[in-house]
């Protein structure tokens, strides 16, 4: 905004004298292209609910109007809204002429009904290749954070080659989505040209807007059909047989639900793309707190996965086990631990990967009392989450815009990952004993509480989660 | 007659609200036991403290001669099996792997599991589904699935709570075939259901709940006698003390 509606600003020019036309365009065309990606990315459209909303149709409701209004509802989601006024204001704030006005209007709706239908297209392709898509979108990521470093690190040498070529640069940028918006306010193409432009635009957006509207009556009669086709489960053989048949039972459903599959991925670009780039930063804190808060925080969340909504995977269908000769605490215990198992093999392998590659962050003692009273404090974060925030977790491969840990846990999570790593890693110097003594007394005293009293996990299921599981249907 | 459960003044509530009043019910080993109410008189919930799912505050249950209490708990689910309503099946297994996952924990004889399981998955035109995915299987089949397991662990009592819903024609008298071979075995079976016809061809002995309370029992001796003047339709609606309302939907 500043770089908007300042550029001209006599004072502004002198203080970024670098700030030349072209720079100028540069910006406003990456940010522009930028802000489509998020656009695009962002638009949301779960306000249609086909599925319940098909239920209407039952009770007679005509199919054309119904058709149409939840078009309507699709279109006016407040996120989708948000990206749109922003759009709005952003554009319209550079008109120098009032034709470039009614064209930026038409550009953005056509833009907004163009992403909505390649959206619901691409939604389709997502359905049908779930992990390659979400392979592919991390490798962009990855690629994203790659550029970001490389320019981070060598900026000036970037600037020097980029500033000749921007005039280049800017003509392809312009030809992106992003930068044919901002063209429609910065180009001055007269009234013709931009009565042409908008009459086909308005056709164009009438057009999708049609095309959507049959694609949303096709979709209300043809519900998604559940294939009944044999599949083994060679991952179901493979946990029973390491975990047994209680804990291999609960880590088989953590394992197939497509959310976690998605953290899985996500946990593990995100320390290959950070710790690499944390390790060439100059900033010695950065080193000794980001870092080993980073990688303390990937059990973390692997445990998150298996513990905050213990109960959430198996729903109603735990009742069965309750049903079945095995004691109660016996079977709660081996989920319990059986959960832990995994996170904790993860835990020591990145302690180890800390004491042998990056010995700087701290001594063995530091990082290994450090990451324990971490992990335990979280699984305690855990374990209420478990009990106090059940939620049924669903299995539908759009499962990851409803995830299984409910949200206000997530926001907790990680808001005290990076408050505990402050708290945690942060160098005392001289005071470091106290700390570790600290921690090493909650550490044991913790371990010794959970051990003895396992009959806690049984109480308070009896009395938190049993009568939600028996009334839901 | 020995008896396979004996219920002595049961009470239940949710929160505030009472759903079982000083229930009185013993039910003989070896028989088919049908226990029919309107909605919300508390047959699934009776089922649901049967198979050790939901407490009670107060009264006293014996199953096979068992306390039902934490002492015995073990011990009567060992020989208690049940198909719910609706059933509870494991939904991301396969309908054999979750037999077989069941039938592991009842500790039932390994050998010849796997032919059994097919033979009754068959007898239920299920067999095709044997390794497809529960979560996709239709609501029948999820019946009859369970229904096989519940047969397969080889109970000694039988709760079967609305086993008919949803079910065929064809399979519901296949299911009265396997309850009655189950009986001659000496297992005790205790049926709700709204299918009347069903319920009186199929059980020995009827139990009437309403509003939480016994209000019958009809043994084959007083269902005999009840039965020569009327149908078990008209003794229920008479015990259940069915409003006439036909002049509200006049309008209609």
């Not at chain 1, 063995?364 to 324990?372: L, W, Y």
Request: hydrophobic share 50%; proline share 4%; aromatic share 12%.
């Amino acid at each position: 905004m500043v770089v908007v509606l300042m550029d001209s600003d006599p004072w502004m020019q002198m203080q970024l004298p670098w700030l030349t036309p072209d720079i100028y365009t540069f910006i406003l065309l990456v940010f522009g292209n930028a802000y489509w990606v998020m656009h695009f990315s962002f638009t949301n459209m779960r306000l249609m609910n086909i599925e319940e909303n098909r239920k209407l149709l039952g009770f007679g409701f005509p199919l054309k109007r119904l058709a149409k209004y939840l078009t309507i509802i699709g279109f006016c989601h407040p996120v989708n809204i948000i990206y749109n006024l922003t759009w709005l204001v952003f554009l319209l704030i550079q008109v120098r002429s009032a034709y470039q006005a009614f064209v930026a209007i038409a550009a953005v709706a056509l833009n907004y009904v163009l992403i909505y239908s390649i959206k619901h297209r691409f939604i389709r392709v997502v359905e049908k290749r779930f992990i390659a898509v979400v392979v592919g979108f991390l490798f962009l990521v990855f690629g994203l954070f790659q550029l970001v470093s490389l320019f981070a690190s060598n900026s000036r040498r970037i600037f020097a080659e980029l500033i000749p070529q921007v005039e280049t640069v800017n003509a392809f940028l312009s030809w992106l989505p992003g930068g044919m918006l901002i063209q429609t306010v910065t180009k001055d193409y007269g009234w013709l040209n931009a009565s042409i432009i908008f009459f086909f635009a308005v056709i164009l957006i009438g057009l999708t807007v049609i095309d959507h509207l049959n694609k949303t009556k096709e979709g209300l009669l043809n519900p998604g059909l559940k294939k009944a086709e044999e599949e083994s489960s060679t991952l179901w053989v493979l946990l029973r047989k390491v975990m047994g048949r209680n804990a291999g039972k609960y880590y088989f459903y953590v394992m197939k639900h497509p959310y976690n599959r998605l953290q899985v991925l996500t946990l593990t670009v995100i320390p290959i793309v950070y710790v690499p780039l944390l390790l060439n930063v100059e900033f010695e804190m950065a080193k000794t707190i980001l870092i080993p808060t980073i990688l303390a925080g990937i059990p973390v969340a692997l445990l998150a996965m298996g513990m905050a909504n213990m109960y959430g995977y198996e729903n109603r269908e735990f009742l069965l086990h309750l049903q079945f000769p095995v004691n109660l605490e016996k079977q709660l215990k081996e989920r319990f631990l059986g959960v832990i198992l995994l996170p904790l093999l993860v835990f020591y392998l990145i302690t180890v990967f800390e004491l042998l590659v990056i010995p700087e962050i701290g001594s063995p003692v530091q990082i290994f009392v450090a990451n324990t009273f971490f992990f335990l404090m979280f699984m305690l974060l855990f374990v209420w989450s478990s009990y106090f925030q059940y939620q049924k977790a669903t299995y539908s491969s759009f499962s990851y815009k409803h995830p299984i840990i409910p949200q206000k846990v997530t926001f907790a999570i990680s808001f005290l990952i990076f408050s505990m790593g402050y708290l945690v890693f942060v160098p005392l110097n001289g005071l470091e004993w106290y700390r570790l003594t600290i921690m090493s007394t909650v550490i044991v005293i913790m371990a010794i509480y959970l051990w003895r009293h396992m009959e806690v996990l049984v109480n308070l299921f009896k009395n938190r989660v049993l009568m939600r599981l028996w009334s839901e249907l | 007659m020995e008896r396979a459960v004996e219920i002595k003044n049961l009470d239940k509530s949710y929160e505030e609200t009472p759903v079982l009043k000083n229930l009185n019910l013993n039910i003989p080993k070896g028989t088919v036991f049908g226990l029919i109410g309107p909605n919300g008189a508390g047959k699934s919930t009776l089922i649901g403290i049967l198979t050790g799912l939901l407490s009670f505050e107060s009264g006293e249950i014996s199953i096979h001669g068992m306390k039902l209490d934490t002492k015995n708990e073990l011990e009567i689910k060992k020989i208690t099996a049940s198909v719910l309503q609706p059933p509870l099946l494991f939904e991301q297994f396969s309908s054999l792997e979750f037999i077989e996952y069941v039938c592991e924990i009842y500790e039932v004889e390994k050998e010849g599991l796997i032919e059994k399981a097919y033979s009754l998955m068959d007898y239920f035109d299920i067999k095709d589904f044997a390794k497809i995915k529960v979560n996709k299987l239709s609501s029948g089949s999820r019946k009859k699935l369970a229904f096989v397991t519940s047969v397969l662990v080889e109970p000694k009592l039988l709760l079967l709570d609305e086993p008919f819903e949803a079910v065929d024609v064809i399979s519901i008298d296949r299911m009265k075939t396997v309850i009655r071979k189950l009986k001659a075995k000496g297992v005790t079976i205790i049926v709700t259901s709204h299918i009347l016809e069903v319920v009186e061809n199929l059980c020995d002995d009827i139990a009437i709940l309403h509003k939480g309370s016994i209000k019958a029992y009809l043994d084959s001796v007083s269902r005999k006698e009840l039965q020569k003047d009327s149908s078990l339709h008209e003794i229920f609606e008479k015990y259940v003390e069915v409003e006439r309302k036909e002049e509200i939907v006049d309008w209609l």
